[in-house]
């Protein structure tokens, strides 16, 4: 089992709709959890983190985390062409894993016009 | 600010030599992580320096090595070059400290071919 899984995708969703990217892992005392964006021959860019069990909102986009289930997931509200890109989810474990992200395969998004 | 810097931004290498790439954090940020992206393997952990000591080292061979200075700017070293060395070398640096929510910022890192 990998450490850290997304759904596989790609993702293809029309402008304007909702999209709903999953991740799972597998460390149980996990403890913050990342969402990076990356775009073709780019650099990830950090978009959110979230360290709480619930919801996170910063502008269109929406982490929640549910730690029982481990289990953490990034909404994008209103998607627009510009936000086609890879989507990595990143998970550190805290304590002596220090400067550590473990990433997920990453899961393509394409909104189309 | 000015962001995460890495150089060089390219590099074409062939088997058997060896490379240095360069990271300078951003400012006020002391700790500095290393990792390796390819295709097949992804993102993977390379190692972190924090305070020129380094504190966490990822499954890579002794081939692969870095350190830190006292302004925090990092360099690593990978030796004996392999055509599997060919990858996209990220840094990314961050404010330690926190318990939680460490955010790292990855530089535009170092895309090295070796032939």
């Known amino acids: 089992q990998k450490e850290v899984e997304q759904n596989s995708g790609p993702l293809s969703v029309p402008e304007g709709a909702i999209a709903s990217l999953n991740c799972t892992y597998s460390d149980r005392g996990s403890q913050s959890f990342f969402w990076y964006r990356q775009y073709s021959g780019k650099s990830p860019e950090l978009i959110m983190f979230i360290y709480s069990n619930g919801d996170k909102e910063d502008g269109r986009f929406t982490a929640q985390l549910n730690k029982a289930s481990q289990y953490v997931s990034l909404l994008i509200r209103d998607s627009q062409p510009s936000d086609s890109a890879t989507y990595l989810c990143?998970?550190?474990?805290?304590?002596?894993?220090?400067?550590?992200?473990?990433f997920g395969q990453g899961t393509i998004l394409t909104v189309h016009p | 600010k000015a962001g995460v810097t890495q150089t060089p931004r390219y590099l074409i290498k062939t088997r058997g030599q060896q490379v240095t790439l360069s990271c300078s954090p951003i400012?006020?940020?002391?700790?500095v992580s290393w990792y390796q992206q390819t295709p097949g393997q992804g993102l993977q952990f390379l190692f972190e320096?924090?305070?020129?000591?380094?504190?966490n080292k990822g499954n890579f061979p002794g081939r692969f090595s870095g350190r830190q200075f006292s302004n925090s700017r990092s360099e690593m070293n990978v030796s004996t070059l392999e055509l599997g060395d060919s990858a996209l070398y990220l840094c990314a640096s961050s404010l330690p400290g926190r318990a939680f929510g460490n955010e790292q910022f990855f530089g535009p890192g170092t895309r090295l071919t070796v032939l």
């Open positions: 400012s006020g940020h002391r700790s």
């Open positions: 320096y924090f305070s020129e000591t380094q504190r």
């Open positions: 990143a998970v550190d474990a805290g304590g002596t894993s220090y400067g550590k992200l473990t």
